[in-house]
């Protein structure tokens, strides 16, 4: 069970290295007028606190929220996950407020971190052209967080988030 978890701690510093190297080559790279990222940095405004806690409301209690947190204990439940909260609707039941709490806590801790370390984390529709840019753009943005300024920043606070709500 130790080098399990041995394992999987090793495979998430690999991937927050390997995001970091990545955040800072983009990050080095000035926008290219032409793929629309250059305006899209013009026109960037820094949300205010009633915004980012209207953002957390949404995105805690909204119908996203819901459906995700039904998968995850969907899954789970077939899964038998933990086995001590058996099948059947009380089982799911469990496993489905289990799963709502900790999203209700991951956000407050990124709402809290993000406040606290002067970072946006919501996502930002790309201007740019073409499938290949639109989609890196999409999973860029997984691993991105923006500065005042509107400027790209690998942001850990999600992964943080993420590793205290479980």
Known sequence: ????????????????????????????????PGDGRAQQQADY?????????????????????????????????????????????????????????????QNGIELGLGAALQQDLRYRRCECNGILRRTGHAIFSNFTAHTRDGGPLLHLRRWQAVTQAR
């Open 1 to 32: 069970m130790r080098e399990n978890e041995s394992r999987r701690a090793l495979l998430r510093l690999a991937l927050i290295a390997l995001i970091w190297s990545c955040a800072q080559m983009a990050h080095g790279q000035a926008p290219d």
């Open 45 to 105: 405004r820094f949300p205010e606190v009633h915004e980012r806690i209207n953002a957390l409301l949404r995105e805690t209690f909204g119908p996203r929220a819901f459906l995700q947190s039904a998968l995850a204990a969907g899954a789970r439940h077939l899964a038998d996950d933990p086995p001590e909260w058996r099948q059947g609707a009380t089982g799911f039941n469990r496993r489905l407020a289990s799963r709502y709490g900790q999203l209700a806590v």
